[in-house]
């Protein structure tokens, strides 16, 4: 099938800036250096290319992703990098631990208790390091750790998202932010140990050192398809994922794509536009005025008509990714694949 047969709208990911951005990463953070994070993009088909080029284990945000990826057979090691204290998705996830290993956060005596009643067997010590999100303040790293060795439970070590940390415009500041906030994981990790020291996204994954002694594991999940809040850094990693739409009406200054705010994480600001119709052609970018339920609004001049095909680059990928059920593989001008987005949920 042809890119401009497609019914729109519908997510398309590049194939070719797709596999790009997976081997700079792998070369940068190869094998368990990277736990590649699947609340960017839902997806088991596309979490099975991160396996093939070498990671491994994985970072999850909900049970639901946990669950998903042990039943795709991609649960060599599953990490629920964030806290629950729902009874029937402990649950659940307790009794996916018979096809697959799983470590879940915990932050406090209320999520560890949890997570003992349910019969979770390994567990991670999340920290605070900056964010105003969950995480367990440093000092109480080592107390929580002994309680869970008390109750029979592994501990596997820490992890600590400086999430407010990775928009960061200069280079050296961000740096030196990092740094701080790793002081603050590393001296917790003393108190807890484990093997395991996990941190970092896609905008700090550079700036951190991987090793013994140090953080052992990179969580950065947007880098495999990016998006313009992201691209504003600078990054080695290539826009690999658009919604196409079609023109449906055309004003005299402005046009108007059947691809609304229904479609498009909008919580970092409108997304980029571009007339374009196959993955071949660069486009011609165009001003997005605004957009709604159904419809972005753009800026245009002469050569746009009603029918043509623009592509949507998403401020944000992991909620636009959560708002699509299938996403369609491309090359060039063909449609080489489709994946869906099965992860979806809670
Ligand atoms: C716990 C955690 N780790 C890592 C990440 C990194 O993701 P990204 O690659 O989007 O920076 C996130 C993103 O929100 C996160 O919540």
Same mark, same amino acid.
């Given at each position: ?8 709208? /519908? ?9 790009? #951005? ?5 070369? /940068? ?17 596309? *979490?099975? /290319? ?6 491994? !284990? ?18 060599? @090691?599953?990490?629920? *990098?964030?806290?629950?204290?729902? %009874? ?56 929580? *750790? ?41 001296? *917790?990790? &003393? ?6 020291? !996990? ?13 013994? @002694? ?23 990693? &290539? ?15 402005? /046009? ?12 970092? $600001? #409108?997304? &980029? ?6 993955? #071949? ?37 992991? %909620? ?11 090359? $060039? ?14």
């Amino acid at each position: 099938m042809h890119i401009r047969d497609l019914s729109t709208l /519908a997510l398309i990911i590049d194939a070719a800036a797709f596999d790009s #951005n997976l081997a700079t990463m792998a070369s /940068a953070l190869p094998g368990a250096a990277l736990r590649p994070h699947v609340k960017a993009h839902k997806c088991t088909s596309l *979490a099975a /290319a991160q396996a093939g080029i070498g990671h491994r !284990s994985f970072t999850c945000a909900t049970p639901r992703e946990v669950v998903g990826m042990a039943a795709a057979g991609l649960g060599t @090691d599953l990490l629920l *990098a964030n806290e629950t204290i729902d %009874p029937t998705r402990l649950t659940v996830l307790a009794a996916a631990q018979d096809l697959a290993a799983i470590t879940i956060a915990v932050d406090s005596v209320e999520t560890l208790a949890a997570a003992r009643t349910a019969g979770i067997r390994r567990v991670l010590i999340d920290v605070n390091v900056g964010l105003p999100r969950c995480g367990c303040a440093p000092a109480d790293a080592g107390r929580l *750790a002994d309680q869970a060795r008390t109750a029979g439970i592994e501990v596997r070590g820490v992890m600590g998202y400086e999430g407010h940390l990775m928009m960061v415009a200069d280079r050296a500041e961000k740096q030196a932010k990092v740094d701080a906030a790793m002081a603050l994981l590393l001296a *917790a990790h &003393a108190d807890v140990g484990g093997e395991i020291v !996990s941190a970092g996204g896609t905008g700090t994954y550079d700036l951190h050192t991987v090793g013994t @002694d140090a953080v052992t594991e990179i969580q950065a999940g947007s880098y495999a398809l990016m998006d313009t809040q992201y691209s504003t850094l600078g990054l080695p990693f &290539a826009p690999a994922c658009f919604v196409v739409g079609t023109i449906i009406s055309v004003g005299s200054k402005h /046009a108007v794509a059947d691809v609304g705010l229904k479609s498009l994480g909008m919580d970092h $600001g #409108n997304p &980029a536009l571009a007339v374009r119709t196959s993955l #071949n052609d660069e486009g011609t970018p165009a001003d997005v005025w605004f957009c709604s339920d159904e419809h972005i609004t753009f800026g245009t001049s002469a050569g746009v008509s009603v029918g043509g095909r623009v592509f949507v680059t998403p401020a944000h990928i992991d %909620p636009t990714m959560a708002m699509h059920d299938t996403a369609w593989v491309g090359r $060039g001008d063909e449609v080489v694949d489709r994946w869906p987005i099965d992860l979806r949920g809670w």
